[in-house]
């Protein structure tokens, strides 16, 4: 089992940065692919940006190429996600989750995070 916490969320003006972090407790999230997800109200959740275990592969949605870095500290057990030029669109609840996948690119994911609220103002 591995638990996930995540912290960093808040409340932004548009064009700002949050850095969102992700604790991984319990088994170690070493050998996971990690991957964040986001869920505004209203609309399904989406993918948003993955990692490879060792940290050399990353994977984003188009919509936040270029803007969003996702990355990974194993001795720390921890996943970030550095997010710039911050849009009002972007308000969701940010997820964590971790895959005993191989592949970046799996749709399934096996343990997820609580999430913490980001809210872009205009």
């Known amino acids: 089992q591995v638990q996930l916490v995540e912290s960093g969320g808040g409340l932004v003006q548009a064009g700002g940065s949050l850095r969102l972090s992700c604790a991984a407790s319990g088994r170690t999230s070493r050998g996971y692919v990690m991957g964040w997800f986001r869920q505004a109200p209203g609309k399904e959740r989406e993918f948003v940006a993955a990692i490879s275990s060792g940290g050399g592969l990353t994977y984003y949605a188009d919509f936040v190429k270029g803007r969003f870095t996702i990355s990974r500290d194993n001795a720390k057990n921890t996943v970030y996600l550095q997010m710039n030029s911050l849009k009002p669109e972007d308000t969701a609840v940010y997820c964590c989750?971790?895959?005993?996948?191989?592949?970046?690119?799996?749709?399934?994911?096996?343990?997820w995070g609580q999430g913490t609220q980001v809210t872009v103002s205009s």
């Open positions: 989750a971790a895959s005993v996948g191989t592949s970046i690119m799996t749709s399934t994911y096996d343990y």
